[in-house]
């Protein structure tokens, strides 16, 4: 007979009645049951009235809409559209329009954040007060006014189009946007972009192997020179070998507006002008805070080591400060996505002006619609802040958190 | 605490059970005391406020005659401006009970939105309004242009069929508010912009030099613009629906604003019916007997209305044209009072 300690028993049931009720045992389990039991009730009993209500009221209810015609047409589409589409379509081209004011905006906004942020820390004294009245200029005025200022702005100084300005006869600047030549892939451009994926792939392996050398022997490698020769040089050779890749359609102007060509429309570059230069002022801030979080010893230190004030903030400050950082900068990129929705006041196309707006007003069906736009907002604002998440993962990991 | 929580959720639930009670809005309007008219937000001619904050204009004039029948006061009416993106939602949401927006009269909007129209206040035609100095006299000449248009109206999709049918190209500038359109139309965003013609008239005097602008002879879609109540109170419908041609009877019978009291002694049996002498047919709609005396003498007959807020007597100056008796040349046409 062994006289060690024994294993202990079980304990199925405890540990069970553990997980479901927590501290409170049984009793906080069916309390929970209790709790869902009632919340799914008060949800079925609002679903259900609003359904009656509508019945009353021979209001149209039900996704069925969706696959009939649109009948309007849509100023900025990045898929091909017409009247005779669904609505289904209309819901698509609002989205990525939405989608590419969004990207846009945040690209810039994120440019401009940490260059005002930088501006704002810097010794030059007046550097130091632009960013800073930059800032309070643009943080305290509602953006539907900066929009609109923009927008008027954009449109004021801009001729019309019989008088536009244009640049090598290919490129014409009017109150009816920006007109730029298209490009048509020539049959026989394969072989030069499979050139420059080629070049991408080099380049990346190129910086993959820069870095292990710094890390394992402190050698530093310049290799821009070779990553910006392989970009430009690779697909030329192939398209001196093969021919040129494209052709271009070049716009002219025929009666009113030009034909041929790609337009940017005056709206997007309102919009993008406007939510850009917000957003960067709130983004500067919170930059400007992570900064400033930082250990001002890691500042000191980075000089003592003999590195410039730029080397130092690019290489030991901004990526400790990258997580303060970046919680606030989700934040702000999902404020954008939203404020794009602004777009319906200068006519932007964006997804609340076509589909919660026009769409909405001639089907009647307002619940079915608000709700799928709410969604589709919640989803891409689940979307971006997962992507910043994972991106704080990575960074926490490097850093040894 | 347990115990209260449970009582307000009990509360709440039976709180959401409640119907919403559509079939009663004459009761609803009588308790509150005041009736709550969509309007626009700021349409010369149709519904506008002046500088003084007080709403004039057509549609404007049909809301205090619904007052004015109901509360023997045309003052009695709460007004809200609405855009075209959420008129259909407030009526829908009962936030108003009548929706007076020269909105037109479609077989979509009869059904799919849960609400009625009640008649046609105006029988309109969308136009074109382009720059004199462009030199075009048609809109047919229109290919490639662009063209400012108020968005989720019927003019989205006419303009889009008027392109389509004629094969021509255009650019759509869609803006949420009736203001922005013209400003950006103003500025040259756009070539062209399009309404109902009794809209390009009046948006034409609010701009800046209304002589550079002219308006484009083709009509290109039938806009019958009327008011609109919800689906589901049949009692209030007809009394909307009276009021109106009550209106327009006057008119044909030559009442007026000013001789409505000397008509009301008049023998004639059709004066009798239609100025309560005779019969019981304004209690048949809820209403008193003196009904259209209350009507009349608060904005007068549809051609006074008409002249005093599109007519002859107001900037606009539109003829009477379609919107004339049915004897007079138009299609005005409102059912006997018996």
Not at chain 1, 16 to 34: D, I, T
Not at chain 1, 176 to 201: D, F, M, Q, S, Y
Not at chain 1, 367 to 392: H, K, P, Q, R, W
């Amino acid at each position: 007979m062994s006289i060690g300690p024994r294993p202990p028993p079980r304990q199925l049931a405890a540990k069970l009645r553990r997980v479901l009720g927590g501290g409170a045992g049984w009793n906080g389990f069916f309390l929970q049951v209790l709790f869902v039991a009632l919340l799914g009730w008060i949800a079925y009993d609002i679903v259900a009235n609003v359904r009656s209500n509508l019945e009353t009221q021979r209001i149209a209810a039900g996704f069925g809409f969706l696959t009939n015609n649109a009948g309007f047409d849509v100023n900025q589409s990045l898929i091909p559209y017409s009247q005779s589409d669904t609505y289904a379509r209309v819901f698509v081209v609002g989205l990525l329009n939405t989608l590419l004011v969004a990207i846009i905006g945040i690209f810039f906004a994120t440019l401009i954040g940490f260059l005002v942020a930088l501006g704002r820390l810097s010794p030059n004294w007046l550097l130091a007060r632009i960013s800073g009245g930059y800032v309070e200029l643009l943080r305290n005025i509602p953006l539907l006014f900066q929009i609109l200022f923009w927008y008027l702005a954009v449109l004021g100084t801009l001729p019309p189009p019989r008088q536009s300005v244009s640049l090598f006869g290919a490129i014409f600047l009017s109150n009816r946007g920006l007109v730029v030549p298209t490009p048509i892939p020539t049959p026989g451009w394969e072989p030069v972009a499979l050139a420059l994926l080629i070049a991408i792939a080099a380049s990346l392996m190129f910086r993959s192997y820069a870095r292990r050398q710094l890390f394992q022997t402190g050698r530093l490698v310049t290799i821009w020179p070779y990553v910006v020769g392989l970009l430009i040089g690779l697909p030329l050779f192939a398209s001196l070998i093969f021919g040129a890749p494209v052709s271009f359609e070049i716009p002219q102007l025929k009666g009113f507006n030009f034909a041929g060509g790609s337009r940017i429309i005056p709206e997007l570059v309102a919009l993008t002008l406007a939510l850009s230069t917000y957003t960067g002022a709130f983004i500067a801030e919170v930059v400007r805070s992570g900064i400033l979080a930082v250990h001002k010893g890691q500042m000191e230190a980075g000089s003592s080591l003999g590195l410039t004030r730029g080397a130092t903030l690019r290489l030991i400050v901004v990526p400790q400060a990258m997580r303060v950082i970046l919680p606030p900068l989700t934040n702000q990129y999902l404020n954008l996505t939203k404020n794009s929705s602004l777009a319906v006041a200068i006519g932007y196309p964006d997804l609340v002006s076509v589909f919660a707006g026009t769409s909405l007003n001639q089907t009647g069906q307002a619940i079915e619609i608000i709700g799928i736009t709410m969604g589709v907002y919640l989803l891409i604002s689940l979307v971006t802040s997962a992507m910043m998440s994972f991106y704080n993962w990575r960074i926490g990991r490097s850093m040894g958190a | 605490m347990k115990r209260a929580s449970l009582v307000l959720a009990l509360a709440l639930a039976a709180g959401f059970s409640a119907q919403s009670a559509t079939a009663q809005t004459l009761k609803t309007i009588k308790d509150r005391g005041m009736v709550a008219c969509g309007v626009s937000q700021g349409l010369p001619g149709f519904s506008a406020p002046d500088d003084k904050g007080n709403w004039t204009g057509i549609d404007v004039d049909v809301c205090r005659a619904v007052a004015a029948a109901i509360f023997n006061d045309p003052t009695k009416v709460k007004f809200l401006a609405l855009s075209a993106k959420d008129r259909f939602t407030a009526l829908q949401s009962g936030e108003i009970d009548l929706l007076s927006r020269n909105t037109t009269w479609t077989l979509s909007r009869d059904t799919t939105l849960g609400a009625n129209f009640t008649g046609v206040t105006y029988y309109d035609g969308q136009g074109f309004m382009v720059r004199k100095s462009l030199k075009v006299n048609s809109a047919l000449e229109l290919n490639s242009a662009s063209v400012c248009v108020q968005t989720g109206t019927t003019t989205e999709q006419n303009l889009a069929d008027f392109f389509k049918s004629n094969n021509m190209k255009y650019e759509v500038v869609a803006f949420a508010g009736a203001d922005e359109t013209v400003k950006a139309y103003e500025s040259g965003r756009c070539d062209a912009f399009t309404t109902d013609a009794s809209g390009l008239y009046a948006y034409r005097l609010k701009m800046t030099n209304p002589a550079d602008h002219v308006v484009l002879p083709e009509i290109i879609s039938k806009e019958p613009l009327g008011p609109m109540v919800r689906h589901g109170d049949d009692q209030w419908f007809d009394l909307v629906k009276w009021v109106l041609f009550a209106m327009v009877d006057a008119e044909e019978l030559g009442i007026t604003q000013r001789n409505v009291d000397e008509m009301a002694k008049s023998d004639k049996p059709e004066l009798k019916r239609v100025l309560g002498t005779d019969g019981n047919f304004g209690e048949q709609l809820g209403l008193t007997k003196d009904w259209v005396i209350r009507i009349l003498k608060a904005v007068g007959n549809y051609g006074e209305t008409f002249d005093r807020n599109v007519g002859a007597g107001s900037p606009l100056g539109i003829a009477r044209g379609l919107n004339a008796l049915w004897n007079k040349g138009g299609i005005q046409y409102a059912p006997p009072i018996r």
